[in-house]
């Protein structure tokens, strides 16, 4: 019998010790709900983030490429030659819309100048050029030619007026671009293609098709 009562009260004692192992395991269980809890909200918020982040890259992207693709259109500049443009220009604080006003006006310089326009030729002669020197040339090329050209300008005076007088309005806006002059202006190119930012057709169709997906998922979200 003392033997019986002896188990009893071990038996007892392990029960007891069983329970609190049960009520800790318990407890520990929910402290770890809690905190996979917040590691889960966590990683929602952290997802969403990345999620909103691509979103809005595909979208810079599509911007650019149709910005870069309907220049394209209007100037018969490459994309290429558009994109490290407008590379430059955003780094130098202006801008590519500042481009093609200035592209705009140089084209009328050269097209009075190759009808027989005094005053269109003078201009070009005060950067030491004429018209046969831009015979079967890109206009991407015809651009670069004369924006090195003034950028070759060391009197910032004098290079402000030759920008004027070339690009018209437009040729202000592009100082920035060319202060540092021809070397300058290549290398801000260079470093375009090194970054990869330097845009192809494929891309641009790329960036045109996301384009239109977008506008076309607003449109469809908008009636809901």
């Known amino acids: ?30 402290n770890f709900s809690r905190q996979t809890e917040g590691l889960r909200n966590a990683f929602l918020v952290v997802g969403a983030a990345i999620t909103g982040f691509a979103v809005l890259s595909v979208k810079q992207f599509a911007d650019t490429a149709e910005e870069i693709g309907n220049m394209a259109i209007k100037t018969g500049f490459s994309v290429e030659s558009l994109s490290e443009l407008k590379y430059a220009a955003e780094k130098s604080e202006t801008s590519l819309s500042a481009v093609q006003v200035g592209f705009r006006q140089l084209s009328r310089v050269i097209t009075e100048a190759q009808t027989g326009s005094k005053q269109a030729a003078d201009a070009l002669k005060l950067i030491g050029m004429t018209v046969e020197d831009f015979a079967g040339k890109k206009p991407e090329d015809v651009f670069f030619a004369v924006a090195e050209a003034v950028a070759a300008e060391s009197d910032a005076m004098r290079r402000a007026a030759l920008s004027q007088e070339l690009f018209g309005r437009g040729g202000l806006e592009l ?10 202006l290549q290398s801000m190119r260079q470093e375009a293609r090194a970054l990869g930012v330097a845009y192809d057709d494929s891309m641009i169709r790329q960036g045109k098709a996301a384009a239109d997906s977008m506008k076309a998922l607003q449109g469809a979200t908008a009636g809901v």
């Open 175 to 184: 100082l920035p671009l060319l202060e540092d002059g021809a070397a300058g």
């Open 1 to 30: 019998m003392a033997d019986a009562g002896v188990l009893a009260v071990i038996l007892k004692l392990q029960s007891g010790d069983f329970s609190r192992g049960m009520d800790n395991a318990a407890r520990n269980i929910q």
